[in-house]
């Protein structure tokens, strides 16, 4: 189970490049402005040479200077240990997310999708829409985040759905590997309940299959039964979850 865990931590970074990264020790710091919890946090990848208590307060003082609480990602990879130090440092758990995968040889992918358009690419208006499906006005986060997605160093593959010349569901693939991870899946509020999710993630799955992917993974935030629903009625499954531990405003003082 490690190993599959490791892959697909792995391909999640590789997935999502965060604005600004820096390595030290064995760990990533990403930072992209607090756009989301995963490109504004510390991942541990590699080996240790130093304790975690001075690691831990250099983080804190590089998250600060960029203006920002530090934040680190809890994964089964990470020592049981090293959460309960950040607990004891008042740090809370933000963002509990599940990681699904699936076998693409006994995933369903028999719905229709007839409505779904693909480009290997990812269009600017593509990007504008996700930002207003999600409601993102942050300048800042308008102005930096494209250029998250254009340096996606895997293959990509786009799903968008049109209605009146203007998108209201979207949809991110990214080959890597043998897996195709799926990220984006937004559907206008106006527009749910219509099978749209389906016809994109369907759309998605069937396009990486004939790309050679045999395999599929993505993370859907605990708590979001619909999501979780559909996405095991096309076949994937649970592996693990993880969790962010968020500095916070008293810690910080």
């Known amino acids: 189970m490690d190993k599959i865990i490791k892959e697909i931590e792995d391909m999640s970074l590789n997935a999502w490049p965060s604005h600004k990264m820096e390595l030290y020790d064995g760990w990533i710091l990403r930072f992209s402005y607090f756009y989301t919890h995963r490109t504004n946090s510390v991942e541990q990848f590699g080996t240790s040479t130093l304790s975690w208590r ?3 307060s250099f983080c804190e003082q590089e998250y ?8 680190f990602k809890i994964s089964p990879l990470v020592s ?3 959460d309960y130090v950040l607990e004891n440092r008042g740090y809370e758990i933000q963002h509990t997310t ?13 719905a229709s999708y007839d409505l ?25 986060h308008r102005a930096v985040v494209p250029s998250m997605y254009h340096a996606i160093v895997k293959d990509t593959i786009c799903a968008s759905i049109w209605n009146n010349g203007k998108i209201i569901a979207t949809g991110l693939g990214i080959l890597d590997r043998d897996y195709i991870g799926l990220y984006a899946i937004h559907v206008r509020e106006d ?5 749209y999710a389906r016809q994109i993630c369907t759309a998605l799955l069937k396009e990486g299959k004939k790309k050679g992917a045999t395999r599929a993974y993505l993370q859907v935030v605990e ?3 619909p999501a979780r629903s559909l996405y095991e009625s096309l076949g994937l499954n649970f592996v693990y979850t993880y969790w962010f531990r968020v500095q916070t405003q008293t810690d910080r003082v």
């Open 64 to 71: 600060a200077r960029l203006g920002s609480p530090a934040i």
């Open 191 to 195: 527009f749910r309940h219509k099978g």
């Open 116 to 140: 779904v358009t693909l480009t290997d690419d990812i269009p600017d208006i593509w990007i504008e829409s996700l930002f207003d499906l999600k409601g993102t006005i942050n300048p800042v």
């Open 223 to 225: 708590g979001n039964t």
């Open 98 to 110: 599940n990681v699904m995968a699936a076998d693409l040889e006994h995933a369903d992918l028999s």
């Open 54 to 56: 001075e690691k831990v």
């Open 80 to 82: 049981p240990d090293f």
